[in-house]
């Protein structure tokens, strides 16, 4: 079974950086994307950032473009995500996610492994 631990969360004031590292207990080649979610409280899970596993390729929510970065290390099975201009609006648990339907990086439905989240606030 695949297992996936965030770390790098984390209290930043406004227009301030962050990384978070996601590493996984398996190579990701056999999932098709790998993602980083957001969740905060009383909304909805939504996707931030994928890339796919076996390539380059990325895909970014509105809201993040720009500021955000996700990126891989295959040899060490570590995804990335790399914050900047973090804004109030971004605070969140943040999760990553291995598996996804061809299309939809971004949809949190069939994600088979996820990691149990780091918390991410951006607060004055």
């Known amino acids: 079974v695949q297992q996936l631990t965030e770390s790098g969360g984390g209290s930043v004031q406004p227009g301030g950086s962050l990384k978070l590292s996601c590493v996984a207990s398996k190579p990701t080649h056999t999932s098709r994307y790998l993602t980083w979610f957001r969740q905060a409280p009383g909304k909805e899970r939504e996707g931030v950032a994928s890339i796919l596993s076996r390539g380059v390729s990325a895909e970014y929510a509105d809201s993040v473009k720009g500021r955000f970065t996700i990126s891989q290390d295959k040899d060490k099975n570590t995804i990335y995500l790399q914050m900047n201009s973090l804004k109030p609006e971004d605070t969140a648990m943040y999760y990553c996610?291995?598996?996804?339907?061809?299309?939809?990086?971004?949809?949190?439905?069939?994600?088979?492994?996820w990691g149990q989240g780091t918390q991410v606030t951006v607060s004055s």
């Open positions: 996610a291995a598996g996804g339907v061809s299309r939809k990086a971004l949809v949190p439905e069939g994600y088979n492994y």
